[in-house]
Each structure stands twice: as structure tokens, then as C-alpha cells.
């Protein structure tokens, strides 16, 4: 019998061999429901035809537009996930000790008040710092679960995009692990949203605020950094950025005539003197001896406001303004901005595999996104005009799945019960070039498919198909141990993933040679029929036809 290492080095050349040469828009014939489904999904499975059969593709998207944040069968799902724990004793400054530790534990975290784990901002506490850190894995964990498993798999997509979009690094330290949760609950809460109001909650959320240093912000001299990601990665983007154009507001487009059609340098410095004095209660000393409250949530602080005039985007701001006057404007009037219709529109169209629109489907999705801009719905009336354009169907696949939705995507069309023990598919998908909710740089990671088409990606992936169903990885409890039902022999064993990855026909020819097997071969059991059935799905997952949505 072949080894596993000499097949797992036959897989991988088999793999890149089928990928060698893809062109990244790859014309073929495919199914109208799986065009539709991997778009506004994780990956199709057998379940969402079914439903997508029944409804009709206008009926199966507002189904999905309908549903609710909450869902009780998954939350039920993740109330029985099991997440390791595990550090060495130790002692804080004071010499304080901790025991050790190592334990399964639930994923209490997800749902829980802010105010109730600022103990875990407390290093009098003695605590190991995995506690400190533990809210953001459990987050990081539960978005696995719930690609898998959610029936609101548009919900799913879209709180995957906007927290790409407002991306936060959950592990920078601990005060964006200890809130991380709450961020998480924003998002998706406001996924079909306003984006007026999702700008507002994140712009007031603690784990932004930690992030990009805002809590600490205030005047002479303001930070920056929530100013500059807010002009130019939250809102009207890089192509509006005109400092190589400009150097002064006057001479911008626009600006004297009511407002500036993008943004110079003298704007980022404006707009961080705006937000001075958001900051964090959190319970953290203030400069007079007082300390903020303890809520777990936005607290302003308004001795720590600039309150004199500004002048952003050619608009005049009066002094001594209400408290948060000045911050709430600036979010107004860069919602209400015709660039940053433009911007999120070409965003959301390369989130659902459209990365190359024309102009005027991509001006139709902004011009919905601006004129609905007051609207509690916006966003779900932005996708219903990027889903229901006549391009979106004349669009062939020709977007790379990123590594995490490679993995998702695979569970599903296996229908893996994905229950994590541990982290390790984080750690898997960073060979990839994936940190699900821990980039590093507040960009999130690249929605374009030529960043993702290069050598370490896609080996990284190979790699993610490759173990997606071992027993280290931890994320599923063996569910290719049992042979299908029917099921005998490795052509039976073939036929069965072909049909349930949708694959054709023939597909997995090239495997029994591999495995130096015939069809009719009887199955292997237990470990050894796990692993054949996870090379079989790899085999699979790194055809273009998996790999391009």
C-alpha cells in the first residue's frame, strides 16, 4: 500500500499540475444555482440547491435577506463547541501565582457583556495571558463554525466582508482581544444595514478604538491613525486620496463650492482633531486622578476634545461644538459622499466574484448605495442591485477563493460537522496567507484574485485541502471514518465525493493509480479510509472548477 507521505507528494503534484497555467477568469459552463450560491455563500452544498430549487433565486435571496442575526440551531451549535485551553503556571509582577492549566471550555465569551471581562483587563489579576486573549479565539473559532453551518449564509458573507473591510488585528493586544466579541456583534447585527449607522457603531466601538489608537486621542496633537484609515480605507478610498495633487484645500475639486471631492493631508489632520476625546470605559485612569467608567463600552472624554474650528472637505466646522458634534459630522458627511458610494460598490462587487464590472454596473450598484443612503436597508438594497443585474449571471467564475473561504467551502460540500478543538486551521490557513480577524495592517486582506495567484497561496492551500480532515487539525470528529452509505469500494468511494463536490464525472480517475488501487478495490477502514477520503476531496478542492467562484 502507498505511503501517505509519497501520496501526499503525489496529490500536491497532481494539484499544482491542474492549477498550472489557470488564467484568473476561467470561462466554463456552470450551473445557474452554484453560480449563485458560491457567490452569496461559503460554497454550495447539496442542502442550498435544494432550497435554491424550491424558491427560485429571487425567493432564495430574500429568504436570506430576511433572516435574522440571531439563529438559536446554531447558536445551539456553538453552545457544544469545545475550545482548548492550555498554559504553564506562572506569577504576575507582584509575584501573585496562577495554576496551570489545560481544559476543553465552552465558548462563553461570544454573547457576554463587555463590562463583565474588564477583568480581564486587570493585571493586578493574576492571569495568564491566554485568558486575556481567549475572547478573540473564541471569535476567530466561531467564524469557522458558522461559514460551515449558518442557514444565513449571505449574513455570513457579508459580516465576512465588513469586518475585512473594518478590519481590526482581535490579538494586537489585549484590550482588542477583551472586546472583540462585542465588535463582532456590531458587525453583524448591522450587515444589511445602514452603512451610516454600521460607520457610527464601529467608529464608537472599543476594539476599533484600541486598535488604531483613538482611545488615547487628544488634542495638540491629535492620533491620526483612525483619521487616516477612516478617509482612506473606511470610506472614499485611496483613488480620492488628491495629496500629490494639491497642497492646499482650496485648490481641490469642489471644496469651495460646498464639498471637496476627495481628501489632501490638512483633511487627515482635521478629521483626527474631530474625533479627539473618543475614547474607551474601561475603567483606565484619566489625567486629572478621575478614572472612566467601567461600562465595557464608548465613553467621551470631553476635556480631551479640540473644540476650536476645522476645516474638512472644504467645510467650515463652528467652535465650541456639542459634545461629539464634530466626529458625528465628519461620519455624515463621508457616508452621504459620492466617492464613497463609488468605493464600498466596486468593494461589495468583488466580494461577490464580480472583479472586473463594467462601468456602468458598477455606476448602477453606487448610485443605489448613494441614493438609498438614509435608507435603515442600504446595504440590502445594494446587493439586491449588484445580485439581480443581468451581469452578475453573464459573469463566468473567474474569482480565487481566499484560503479561508477554501476551507469553508470545502466543509460544506463535504458536510463535515465542523465542531474546532483548537486553533490549528487558523495556524494551517496562515501558511496560506490568512489571519481570519488578525491582519496585521488595518488594509484586511486583498479581495483581488491576483494576489492570491502565486506560488505560496496556492501551496498553502494544497496544504489546507490536504488536512482539512486530519486528526491534528482538530475541527471535525471523524466524519470520514464511516464509508457512505452504499458505499464499498473505491470507484463506489470516487463517485460518491465527485457527486457530493459537484464535480464531473471521472473526475478522481487519477487517484487510483495514485493510491495504487483499482475500482474495484475494497475499501480500506477507519484512519486509513479517512485519509483516503480527504485526498479524494483535496483532489477535488484544487480543480479550477472548486478553486474560482
Aim: hydrophobic share 40%; glycine share 6%.
Amino acid at each position: 500500500m502507498i505511503t501517505r507521505r509519497d501520496f501526499h507528494t503525489g496529490l500536491a503534484t497532481m494539484a499544482l499540475a491542474s492549477l498550472a497555467g489557470v488564467k484568473l477568469s476561467v470561462a466554463r459552463e456552470t450551473r445557474e444555482d452554484d453560480l449563485f450560491l458560491n457567490r452569496l455563500t461559503f460554497g454550495a452544498n447539496a442542502a442550498n440547491r435544494k432550497e435554491f430549487s424550491r424558491l427560485g433565486m429571487r425567493g432564495w435571496v430574500e429568504q436570506q435577506l430576511a433572516m435574522p442575526a440571531q439563529d438559536q440551531a446554531l447558536a445551539d451549535r456553538l453552545g457544544k463547541v469545545r475550545l482548548l485551553i492550555e498554559y504553564e503556571k506562572g506569577r504576575t509582577e507582584e509575584g501573585k501565582p496562577w495554576a496551570a492549566l489545560s481544559e476543553y471550555r465552552s465558548l462563553g465569551y461570544l454573547g457576554k457583556d463587555p463590562a463583565e471581562m474588564l477583568h480581564l483587563l486587570d493585571f493586578d489579576e493574576p492571569l495568564d495571558f491566554s485568558e486575556r486573549d481567549r475572547p478573540a479565539y473564541e471569535v476567530i473559532v466561531a467564524s469557522l463554525v458558522r461559514a460551515v453551518h449558518a442557514p444565513a449564509q449571505l449574513r455570513e458573507v457579508m459580516t465576512q466582508f465588513w469586518h475585512e473591510h473594518f478590519s481590526v488585528n482581535s490579538t494586537k493586544d489585549e484590550v482588542t482581544a477583551v472586546f472583540f466579541p462585542s465588535y463582532d456583534r456590531i458587525i453583524r447585527k448591522h450587515a444589511f444595514g445602514n452603512f451610516r449607522t454600521l460607520l457610527g457603531e464601529v467608529a464608537k466601538s472599543p476594539a476599533m478604538l484600541a486598535y488604531l489608537n483613538n482611545d488615547t486621542s487628544r488634542a495638540s496633537p491629535a492620533n491620526e491613525n483612525y483619521a487616516r484609515e477612516l478617509l482612506e480605507l473606511h470610506t472614499l478610498g485611496q483613488d480620492n486620496y488628491f495629496n500629490d495633487l494639491y497642497d492646499n484645500w482650496k485648490t481641490v475639486p469642489g471644496a469651495l463650492d460646498g464639498m471637496a471631492r476627495g481628501y489632501i493631508d490638512q483633511d487627515v489632520y482635521e478629521v483626527a482633531r474631530a474625533f479627539s476625546g473618543w475614547s474607551i470605559g474601561d475603567g483606565r485612569e484619566l489625567d486629572d486622578g478621575s478614572y472612566a467608567p467601567q461600562t465595557g463600552r464608548f465613553h467621551y472624554i470631553d476635556r480631551w476634545h479640540d473644540p476650536y474650528q476645522k476645516r474638512i472637505l472644504g467645510i467650515e466646522f463652528p467652535t465650541n461644538s456639542a459634545p461629539m458634534a464634530d466626529g458625528n459630522r465628519v461620519l455624515d458627511m463621508l457616508a452621504a459622499h459620492p466617492g464613497t458610494a463609488d468605493f464600498i460598490a466596486a468593494k461589495m462587487l468583488r466580494c461577490l466574484g464580480i472583479e472586473t464590472p463594467g462601468q456602468s454596473y458598477h455606476q448602477h450598484v453606487a448610485d443605489v448605495f448613494h441614493s438609498q443612503r438614509n435608507a435603515p436597508d442600504q446595504i440590502a438594497q445594494t446587493l439586491r442591485a449588484i445580485i439581480f443585474h443581468d451581469e452578475f449571471t453573464a459573469t463566468s467564475p473567474g474569482k480565487m477563493r481566499r484560503p479561508f473561504e477554501f476551507l469553508a467551502a470545502i466543509y460544506r460540500a463535504a458536510e463535515t460537522e465542523v465542531s474546532p478543538r483548537t486553533d490549528a486551521f487558523q495556524w494551517m490557513l496562515q501558511q496560506a496567507g490568512w489571519r481570519q480577524h488578525q491582519v496585521n495592517p488595518p488594509t484586511g486582506h486583498s479581495e483581488h484574485s491576483v494576489d492570491w495567484a502565486n506560488t505560496a497561496a496556492l501551496n498553502g492551500m494544497i496544504r489546507v485541502a490536504l488536512e482539512s480532515h486530519s486528526e491534528w487539525f482538530e475541527a471535525e470528529a471523524g466524519s470520514l471514518r464511516t464509508p457512505p452509505k452504499g458505499v464499498n469500494n473505491f470507484g463506489g468511494l470516487a463517485s460518491h465525493w465527485e457527486h457530493r463536490m459537484n464535480a464531473p464525472t471521472g473526475a478522481l480517475d487519477g487517484v487510483f493509480e495514485a493510491f495504487e488501487v483499482e475500482p474495484d478495490t475494497p475499501l480500506w477502514d477507519g484512519e486509513d479510509l479517512e485519509w483516503v477520503s480527504n485526498g479524494m476531496i483535496a483532489v477535488l478542492a484544487v480543480t479550477p472548477d472548486f478553486m474560482f467562484r
